[in-house]
């Protein structure tokens, strides 16, 4: 039990403070911004899944299920719903934050941001088919599914699992600044809402993918085009 304990505590300190710290540092590095695009996608890639392999390890040594952190098949016609609503709902918001920043209502993305969005035809590939995929199942895997679990049994509320789980999520965007962490957090809630209704984190696993692929490949350019003119 102890180890299982101090397990658990490492791994929530990680992703509540060291991922956020982290994120904070790498958007303070300004040589980052001389590095060639790929690059960049490949080093947040090889980290995400350095996350998750580690997320199996605390998985494992807790002795927790695959079942206990949303890896389990429902009702598909569920799953369908729940992926049309949180993509629906997360798209409609990014598009209008495209509109509200081509009138300079919203704050301009910041330059951290900028540096990720796909230019190239290479890039954009990359946006969809290794960062998208990366994305969804690492960071659901973790944020939804095994923090969110050990979140909720610690505040014995899946709800205030969820809380937690959504800020946590949030502060790991912190390379976004103020207005990426809120929008990242608010998409954590929106995210987690599937999790606890229907106890599965695969509805939340496809529309995360089918979120970033737009966001990256058609909403993200836009809105640094919007945000800078």
Same mark, same amino acid.
């Given at each position: ?150 979140? =909720?049994?610690? =505040? ?74």
């Amino acid at each position: 039990m102890l180890i299982r304990n101090l397990v658990e505590a490492g791994f929530v300190i990680a992703l509540m403070a060291v991922v956020p710290v982290l994120s904070y540092r790498t958007s303070r590095q300004s040589e980052i911004f001389a590095l060639p695009r790929i690059k960049l996608y490949i080093s947040a890639v090889v980290s995400q899944w350095i996350l998750a392999a580690l997320g199996i390890v605390v998985l494992l040594v807790t002795s927790m299920s695959f079942g206990d952190v949303g890896l389990r098949l429902v009702s598909l016609p569920e799953v369908f719903l729940w992926i049309g609503v949180l993509t629906g709902v997360s798209l409609a918001a990014l598009g209008l934050v495209v509109f509200l920043e081509g009138r300079g209502w919203w704050p301009p993305e910041p330059k951290m941001v900028c540096a990720l969005i796909p230019q190239t035809r290479t890039e954009k590939y990359w946006a969809v088919l290794v960062i998208a995929p990366t994305a969804a199942l690492c960071e659901e895997f973790l944020y939804r599914g095994l923090l969110l679990a050990v979140l =909720s049994q610690w =505040s014995r509320s899946p709800g205030w699992g969820a809380v937690l789980s959504s800020a946590a999520f949030g502060m790991a965007h912190m390379y976004q600044g103020s207005i990426g962490i809120a929008r990242a957090a608010l998409l954590g809630g929106l995210l987690a809402i599937p999790v606890l209704r229907l106890g599965t984190i695969l509805p939340s696993m496809a529309s995360h993918f089918l979120i970033d692929a737009v966001a990256l490949v058609w909403l993200g350019p836009k809105m640094i085009e919007e945000s800078h003119q």
